[in-house]
């Protein structure tokens, strides 16, 4: 990968992650035009298959996050920008950024939890909700006390955190 696109990730992350943080939203304006840009990248450089490429990369990593995406997990920003990424990365490097994404998602989950002084019981509820299903082999979700508001979380701090470990890891 060139260093144009290297640089075109690094800047579309850092914005996606200042307005995730600030807005708690990824706009549009910024995800699509790098779907666009990455496309026609490829496009350019291999043609056909470099197409395929990138394509792959954008649908797989918004298949990635769709699920968690339409049961309120996360917002379609979020979707939008693991694509975004996908359609620079292609397959390869999507499944491998996502990966680092979720690594890097769950440790943010729990530091925040932390902060906000609920990881206790949080764990807590998920440790009783296992154990239900455990014993009766049925799960049973149970939602947080009033008591026990979760803080919401900025994924695409997440995102941007796993693709950079995942494009500067050791070859």
């Known amino acids: 990968m060139d260093y144009f696109l290297l640089i075109l990730l690094a800047i579309v992350l850092i914005l996606a992650t200042g307005f995730d943080l600030h807005q708690r939203r ?3 304006a910024l995800t699509l035009p790098v779907m666009a840009a990455g496309l026609i990248y490829w496009s350019n450089l291999n043609g056909l298959d470099g ?3 990138s394509t792959g990369g954008l649908l797989l ?10 049961f309120g997990g996360m917002g379609a920003g979020d979707v939008k920008l693991m694509g975004a990424v996908g359609s620079i990365l292609g397959p390869q490097g999507i499944f ?3 990966l ?8 943010y989950a729990l530091f925040v939890l932390a902060r906000n002084r609920v990881l206790k019981q949080t764990a807590g509820r998920y440790g009783f ?3 239900g ?11 947080p006390a009033a008591e026990e508001k979760l803080p919401p979380l900025c994924y695409g701090l997440a995102i941007s955190l796993g693709t950079i470990f995942s ?3 050791p070859l």
Not at 61 to 70: E, H, K, R
């Open 167 to 169: 494009v500067l890891r």
């Open 61 to 70: 990593g918004g298949a990635f996050l769709l699920p968690v995406y339409l």
């Open 51 to 53: 197409f395929m490429h």
């Open 26 to 28: 990824i706009p549009n």
């Open 100 to 107: 680092y994404s979720a690594i890097a998602g769950g440790l």
């Open 133 to 143: 299903y455990l014993v009766t082999g049925q799960l049973t979700y149970l939602s």
């Open 129 to 131: 909700m296992l154990r």
């Open 96 to 98: 491998i950024a996502f």
